[in-house]
């Protein structure tokens, strides 16, 4: 199982980025998959989930209304757009997976033993 994240950058306050994972050596459709974000210093935090259809999501308080998480099972990529970006949404963005995560769990990074290697989003104020 390969997770390949990209599309992370340097933007300015209020911009917008869209990060990709393009997911392979899997079956994508029935990966539970989830965004998380690690600031310096700082644990790793959960962002966004989606369920293996793309009929739920789960967000973060902190990013609720601004990020959108979505799936393509078609192509084995799963994204999130990132809206009116703020200077602690700063961290490096990994994309995660797994077949076994059920709802209760999707927020949880122990949950999911498939990760990205990381992009760097850097948003400067």
């Known amino acids: 199982v390969q997770l390949q994240a990209s599309g992370g950058g340097l933007v300015q306050a209020g911009d917008s980025l869209r990060l990709s994972c393009v997911a392979s050596?899997?079956?994508?459709?029935?990966?539970?998959m989830g965004w998380f974000r690690q600031a310096p210093g700082k644990e790793r935090e959960f962002v966004a989930g989606?369920?293996?259809?793309?009929?739920?999501?789960s967000y973060a308080d902190s990013v609720k209304g601004r990020f959108t998480i979505s799936r393509d099972n078609a192509k084995n990529t799963l994204y999130l757009q990132m809206n009116s970006l703020k200077p602690e949404d700063t961290a490096v963005y990994y994309c995660?997976?797994?077949?076994?995560?059920?709802?209760?769990?999707?927020?949880?990074?122990?949950?999911?033993?498939?990760w990205g290697q990381g992009t760097q989003v850097t948003v400067s104020s």
């Open positions: 989606m369920s293996r259809s793309g009929n739920s999501q």
């Open positions: 995660a997976g797994d077949p076994t995560v059920i709802t209760s769990t999707m927020r949880l990074s122990s949950a999911y033993r498939y």
């Open positions: 050596g899997l079956t994508f459709r029935t990966y539970v």
